[in-house]
């Protein structure tokens, strides 16, 4: 069972658009966090998350956390085609005691930004 | 910064050999994981590191051992590497309550 389903799994947008992509989760999550890959990398850290409803922006990236913090999403504006690569969604779940240790991660959005 | 630093970038066993992979971080965290990323399965735990002397397994373990003798090192082994364990691997520390740091990644064919 994947605890955090990420969707759309691929998104073929062109630049200029604007796009949202979801993170959804059965759980609780004490914090929830946002990566982007890109090709041959590691996951960068984008943004994290902690309190219910919360909304945060970076420059043309706007993250939100559910009020139930059960999901979240990730809305950009404007895309550009340095936005491609694959962002992942992970959380610690709520009252996981040893599990805080670890994130869960979501199998993420490919996102390609056409010129 | 160097951050997290993985060796090699690049391997191609032959089924049956054995290697380790070397992750080193700067950062003086005391928490680090070791991952595999498959196409279409994400990212997936191997074995992760609370400190120093100490070890935990993930979600996949089997077929790994992993070491935590310096908490700026957390070595990931195969013993007897199999064509299943073709992958990309990401080593990664953190603080808790933070984001995590990955590594480059190490790109393992195994034949």
């Known amino acids: 069972t994947q605890l955090l389903e990420q969707s759309p799994q691929f998104l073929s947008i062109q630049e200029g658009e604007n796009l949202t992509v979801y993170c959804n989760s059965s759980?609780?999550?004490?914090?929830l966090q946002w990566y982007r890959q890109e090709p041959g990398e590691g996951p960068v850290l984008l943004v994290t998350?902690?309190?219910?409803?919360e909304v945060k922006k970076l420059k043309r990236l706007t993250f939100q956390f559910g009020d139930a913090r059960k999901d979240s999403s990730l809305h950009i504006t404007a895309a550009q085609t340095g936005d491609t690569g694959l962002y992942l969604c992970?959380?610690?779940?709520?009252?996981?005691?040893?599990?805080?240790?670890?994130?869960?991660f979501g199998k993420g959005t490919l996102l390609t930004v056409n010129p | 910064n160097a951050g997290v630093t993985q060796t090699p970038k690049f391997r191609v066993l032959k089924t049956g050999q054995s290697m380790t992979l070397l992750c080193a971080q700067d950062?003086?965290?005391?928490?680090m994981y070791w991952y595999r990323q498959d196409p279409g399965m994400g990212l997936r735990l191997i074995h992760y590191?609370?400190?120093?002397?100490?070890?935990a397994k993930g979600e996949v373990p089997d077929g790994y051992n992993v070491s935590r003798l310096k908490k700026q090192n957390f070595l990931l082994g195969l013993e007897s590497a199999a064509p299943s364990q073709t992958s990309v691997y990401f080593c990664?520390?953190?603080?808790?309550?933070?984001?995590?740091?990955f590594g480059s990644g190490t790109r393992l064919t195994v034949v």
């Open positions: 759980s609780v999550f004490s914090s």
């Open positions: 990664a520390s953190r603080e808790l309550a933070r984001g995590y740091t």
């Open positions: 950062m003086n965290h005391e928490y």
């Open positions: 998350v902690v309190t219910g409803g």
């Open positions: 992970a959380g610690v779940i709520r009252g996981s005691g040893g599990s805080n240790y670890k994130l869960t």
């Open positions: 590191s609370v400190g120093e002397g100490t070890t």
